[in-house]
């Protein structure tokens, strides 16, 4: 069972980038998915999560109206578009993937899901 997170970089101000996250060993149907991030010094936190079924959605007020989150599990696999990229969104990024009991609020807020990938660096510089 894995999650294996990929996509981050080093982009200016304003710029864009897209993270992905492809499960292997398990599918994601049934599971509520999300990014969180960690900034160097602080805690980690829910960035945005995604419900199994439709309709149950979640961003933080940091990121809203700038990131997008979606999922294709004909692919096994979860996006986070980014825009608007500003300096305070350097963070290593992380998936998870969550048995769907509660929805994405609860998955966002409580950082407690069944699996974790490993973190990919997202830096925003000039």
């Known amino acids: 069972v894995q999650l294996q997170a990929y996509g981050g970089g080093l982009v200016q101000p304003g710029g864009s980038l897209r993270l992905s996250c492809a499960a292997s060993?398990?599918?994601?149907?049934?599971?509520?998915v999300g990014w969180f991030r960690q900034a160097p010094g602080k805690e980690r936190e829910g960035v945005s999560c995604?419900?199994?079924?439709?309709?149950?959605?979640y961003y933080s007020d940091s990121v809203k109206g700038r990131f997008t989150i979606s999922r294709d599990n004909a692919k096994n696999t979860v996006y986070l578009q980014m825009d608007g990229l500003k300096p305070e969104d350097t963070a290593v990024y992380y998936c998870?993937?969550?048995?769907?009991?509660?929805?994405?609020?609860?998955?966002?807020?409580?950082?407690?899901?069944?699996?974790w990938g490993q973190g990919t660096q997202v830096t925003v510089s000039s």
């Open positions: 998870a993937a969550e048995w769907d009991l509660n929805g994405s609020y609860y998955m966002c807020q409580h950082l407690n899901p069944n699996y």
């Open positions: 060993g398990f599918t994601l149907d049934y599971y509520a």
């Open positions: 995604l419900s199994a079924s439709p309709g149950s959605t």
